[in-house]
């Protein structure tokens, strides 16, 4: 690893592939990003992610029927919500982004995301995880609450302008040896 | 939390006397005080040091170093920790094993609160002394001793069951010399240091000097007229 130079940026990759191609037949427009670590990765419209996933989980010569993960990114100008999908039949794996331009937030309200959990139940507590986390509001949600922390916590910890709130419980007291 | 030990006794509200049990012995004891307290506190603390019970508390990684000490490889039970209590109502001791985080703070705050007394706390672990690894995490109390008072402070990531072992001699060795009169006594206070209001999560010291404040207020109006000038 230590030999190896500074990173290049990542080669834009040439055309839609296999499942950007599949979305495409469907009449889905997706953008193709790098790929991350050999899996394809394709941007998609919040608009159109629920159908997507449902081509993708019912076709069958795709069949990315496994849920991996739900997660959120907080990238320098906009909020990623991440969908990592696996195949088993297929050995194959995908990773949807969308994207929300901070730009396009508005003002004291949360980015907002459509919700996977009415027709994958795999999805709500990983989105419910995001909301706490990342502060992506997954609108048709069932039960949007916070997971990890506390009812009442203020903030999303992960969020790059979050500010640690400091109490009895974390602060440096002068006898103390931190 | 130097300032808190040194307060003296707490009186029992009216409302909660008779949740409030004293055992015969304990009545006894507590009348004859200092007098009966030299002849009965070697006693009864050398029956107490070789019979504290501790709680099945385990939040993370150290809980597996701890179950360990359970088994019979290391087996507790010869020092006289016979089981793992499942309640705190029949355990003398908790063994902190494992990150303390502010989600978990309020149970472990009850769970203490419903030991009966004595109670003594062994905090395992660096999470748990220090905070040790989640230093300056959004979500971790730095060091349960903010919570509740510690006896045994027993660093290690996690400590070895020797380690445990050892802790668990020491906080033998502590209660077979202290007093139990000077105990009852509460020389210091033996609750946790800080009740957290589930409905809002604040200490609830700061929710009663507010509503002090508000009583006042609101039974001497000229008084608020005043400070506002
Ligand atoms: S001190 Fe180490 S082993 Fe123990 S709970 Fe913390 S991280 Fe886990």
């Known amino acids: 690893m230590s030999e190896t130079p500074a990173a290049k940026p990542p080669e834009e990759p040439k055309g839609p592939g296999l499942c950007g191609q599949f979305l495409k037949d469907h009449g889905i427009a997706t953008t193709r990003l790098p790929d991350s670590c050999g899996v394809e990765t394709i941007e998609i419209d919040g608009a159109h992610l629920e159908a997507a996933m449902k081509l993708l989980r019912g076709s069958s010569e795709i069949k990315l029927d496994y849920l991996v993960a739900v997660s959120g990114v907080d990238s320098a100008d906009t909020f990623d919500s991440v969908y990592q999908l696996w195949s088993y039949s297929n050995n194959n794996e995908l990773i949807i982004k969308v994207r929300v331009k901070k730009t396009d937030v508005v003002e004291g309200q949360l980015p907002l995301v459509p919700s996977l959990s009415r027709f994958w139940s795999a999805a709500n507590w990983h989105e419910r995880e995001t909301y706490d986390l990342v502060g992506i509001r997954y609108y048709g949600h069932p039960y949007l609450r916070r997971i990890l922390n506390v009812w009442d916590w203020d903030g999303h910890p992960l969020r790059r302008d979050y500010k640690q709130l400091v109490d009895a419980l974390n602060d440096k007291a002068p006898g103390s040896f931190r | ?229």
């Open chain 2, 1 to 229: 939390m130097a300032e808190g030990n040194v307060q003296g006794p707490s009186e029992v509200p009216d409302e909660l006397k008779d949740t409030v049990t004293l055992t015969t012995l304990e009545k006894m004891i507590e009348a004859m005080g200092d007098l009966l307290s030299p002849v009965v506190s070697p006693i009864a603390n050398a029956a107490r040091s070789n019979s504290v019970w501790p709680l099945t508390f385990g939040t993370s990684c150290c809980a597996i170093e701890m179950m360990s000490v359970g088994m019979s490889k290391f087996d507790i039970s010869r020092f006289g920790s016979e089981v793992f209590r499942a309640t705190p109502r029949q355990a003398d001791m908790i063994i902190t094993a494992g990150t303390i985080t502010r989600k978990m703070a309020p149970a472990l705050i009850t769970l203490y609160e419903q030991l009966p007394e004595p109670k003594y706390v062994i905090a395992m672990g660096a999470c748990t002394v220090t905070g040790g690894m989640f230093n300056d995490s959004y979500s971790v109390v730095q060091g349960v001793d903010r919570i509740i008072p510690v006896d045994i402070y027993l660093p290690g990531c996690p400590p070895r069951p020797e380690g445990i072992l050892d802790a668990l001699l020491k906080l033998q060795q502590k209660i077979r010399t202290e007093s139990y009169a000077e105990r009852k006594k509460k020389k210091y206070r033996q609750n946790a240091v800080r009740y957290v209001d589930y409905d809002t999560g604040r200490p609830l010291e700061d929710l009663v000097d507010e509503a002090r404040y508000e009583t006042a207020l609101a039974l001497d109006p000229l008084k608020s007229l005043q400070e506002s000038k």
